[in-house]
């Protein structure tokens, strides 16, 4: 089936993170791009060019297009409560998962095979002979290229207030091989997954089943107590923030050194991006204050800053390494949301050419491509290559 397919991809999830060599060798044998369930971020390297991100409404560009243009999925321990959604309805389905009862659970399969991930993925790898990059194969690599390109062009924007990019650039750049990352829920869920270059020798944990807010700070909390010796940031928006805030007092009284951002737009900004992006509907309940989050850190006891740049923020960053404490960083944040990615306006073949300008215009979204070019290049690559080598054979 992965031979005959035009389009296959691997599909994994937490189930398959003891199997990080395996999923590389699969892939390159038989040149399927990865795509991963959000919680699996981390298994491979963010650079590792096959890699595409996730799919779902926090995911990148790349692995969004490519789930729904693949016609296989090899599905590896994921259980994803949405998955149905999120793909080539027609695709083929060949499942693994270790529990029976997650075989078929979040969509049809064709084939189900129940075993360990790493297993598995050993027997399908030896199983079959190599495979030539296929359109689709290619067309992917492109596609995740382009991406990453137009995210980067935006490291240094000067524009005020600051929009995520710069800061994540900063954070990149200084956080440790062995830094652990607490993510709250909310817009830094879509950030964290789209612009935080993951190695799979660090660790990250958000609330994946719950989305419950307020969760930073306590998983930071647990994961400087089992990693005393790590770097350890919570990530929050400033509504999910000043739900438990208060914790910063718990930081405090164990004198945990915990380097904690928060990313105020005052708003509840997933859900304003909803509301008016997604579902079209007034906005409503979600405003909150502008609140001086450094002022309140200190009063709590910890070292606090309010960022309004990347410079401010890599001073802050910089001067955090001469405390013990725990660290505030307030950084007032652009009220600009990023886009989802499963209703984008970027195709002038099926759609409107005024939404594409309006989408293009909103987004800074000049340099990105559909898809669907890249697969058109690809194809046309292939096709002039073969002609190539037919008309040399002519000529000798
Ligand atoms: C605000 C917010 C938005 C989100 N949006 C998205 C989104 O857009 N897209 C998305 O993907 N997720 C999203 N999530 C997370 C999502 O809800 C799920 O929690 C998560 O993706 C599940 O990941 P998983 O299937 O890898 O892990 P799990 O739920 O832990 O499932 C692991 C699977 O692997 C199996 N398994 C375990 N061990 C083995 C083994 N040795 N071999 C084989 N199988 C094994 C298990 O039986 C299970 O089926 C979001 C979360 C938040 C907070
Ligand atoms: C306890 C709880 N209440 C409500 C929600 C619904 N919800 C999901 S994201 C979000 C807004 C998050 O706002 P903020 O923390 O300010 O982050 P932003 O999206 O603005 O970056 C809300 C209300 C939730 N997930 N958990
Ligand atoms: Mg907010």
Known sequence: MIKQAKGPIIYFGLGAKHARKQLIKVSEKYKMPLVSSVLAKGVLDEDY?????????????PGVEAAMATD??????????????????????IQIDIESTKLGKRRHNDVAILADAKEA???????????KPTPFYEACIANKKN???????????????VRPEPIFDVLNKTA????????????????????????????????????????GLPAAIAAKVVYPDRDVYSLSGDGGYAMLCEEILTQVKYGLHIINVVFSNATLGFIEAEQRDDTHQPLSGVDIPDTDWATIGKGMGAKAYTVHDKAEFQAAIDDAKNTDLPVVIDVKLTHKMPFTTQHMFIDPAYQDQKQIDEFVAKYDAQAIKPFRAFLKDAKDAQLAKADAKKSGKKAK
């Not at 390109?149 to 207030?161: A, G, T, Y």
């Not at 830094?179 to 609330?207: C, P, Q």
């Open 49 to 61: 060019p096959a890699y595409l991100g996730s799919t779902g409404r926090v995911a990148p560009k």
């Open 72 to 93: 296989l999925i090899l599905w590896v321990g994921n259980d994803v409560p949405f998955a149905s959604l999120l793909f080539n309805p027609n695709a083929k389905v």
């Open 121 to 131: 993925l050993k027997a399908i790898y030896k199983a079959g002979t190599e495979s």
């Open 147 to 161: 991406w990453t390109e137009w995210q980067d062009s935006f490291k240094d924007s000067s524009e005020s207030p």
């Open 176 to 215: 440790s091989d062995k830094a652990v990352w607490a993510i709250d829920v909310g817009n830094v869920n879509i950030n964290f997954e789209r612009l935080l270059d993951i190695k799979h020798t660090m660790k990250w944990t958000t609330s994946g089943k719950y989305a419950t807010m307020g969760y």
